[in-house]
């Protein structure tokens, strides 16, 4: 299994909504990371686990915070999010999180906030 | 800090035509270097890699050749399909770890 699951594949929230997004993959990586996709633009790091800790914060604002509950799963939660916040999110996952491995993505969420 | 950057697009093509996008980064030491792919309406997959100079990284036809000298890693294939449409993106990461380093993406539309 070389995958990287992310679900919903859609969401539409309102700004005083709350939503999960939720990710797994079943490689035995140590690391996962979530980014940030504008259209045609390059992906964005927000933050990585590694091991289950937040290793990487990339100044992302509060109404999104990242929950990583075990080695196979990633959460990023949501709230009171802002209409330029719309975007595709990614998951990824690696090895280790050292420097020539590869990383491997999801098909994303396609977030859409009113 | 590390910075790559990418030929701009849209590359329009047509089927069989020679592709060349190019790469150049800049980095302190020696990165591994990637080029990701991404079809529409899907996450990116790695197409090829190089962790040293002069490694070539190869896959489905398509080639980049880490070029320590000239800082590149120029991606190339010599017959595209309509199905190699797609954004490409050059990318970089320290051996140590630490951010995967992304250019600006490559829009590449093969036309029949």
């Known amino acids: 299994d070389t995958e990287v699951t992310q679900t919903p594949k859609h969401l539409v929230m309102g700004m005083t909504n709350k939503k999960s997004l939720k990710c797994e993959q079943h490689m035995g990586h140590r690391a996962m990371y979530w980014y940030k996709q504008k259209a045609k633009k390059p992906p964005e790091l927000m933050f990585v686990y590694s091991y289950e800790k937040l290793s990487i914060n990339e100044s992302v604002p509060s109404r999104f915070s990242p929950e990583c509950p075990n080695s196979s799963l990633l959460n990023l939660h949501l709230h009171a999010l802002q209409p330029e916040d719309s975007a595709l999110y990614l998951c990824?996952?690696?090895?280790?999180?050292?420097?020539?491995?590869?990383?491997?993505f999801g098909s994303g969420t396609q977030l859409s906030v009113l | 800090g590390d910075s790559v950057t990418q030929m701009e697009g849209p590359v329009t093509l047509s089927e069989e035509a020679f592709l060349t996008i190019n790469c150049t980064y800049t980095?302190?030491?020696?990165?591994?270097l990637f080029w990701y792919v991404q079809y529409p309406g899907e996450g990116l997959q790695l197409l090829l890699k190089a962790t040293k100079a002069d490694d070539k990284g190869s896959n489905k036809g398509f080639e980049a050749t880490y070029r320590k000298e000239t800082t590149s890693f120029h991606l190339e294939k010599g017959s595209v399909q309509v199905s190699d449409s797609a954004v490409y993106f050059c990318?970089?990461?320290?051996?140590?770890?630490?951010?995967?380093?992304f250019g600006q993406g490559t829009e590449l539309s093969v036309k029949p």
């Open positions: 980095a302190t030491g020696y990165p591994s």
């Open positions: 990318a970089s990461r320290r051996n140590q770890g630490g951010k995967l380093i």
């Open positions: 990824a996952s690696s090895q280790a999180g050292t420097g020539g491995e590869k990383l491997f």
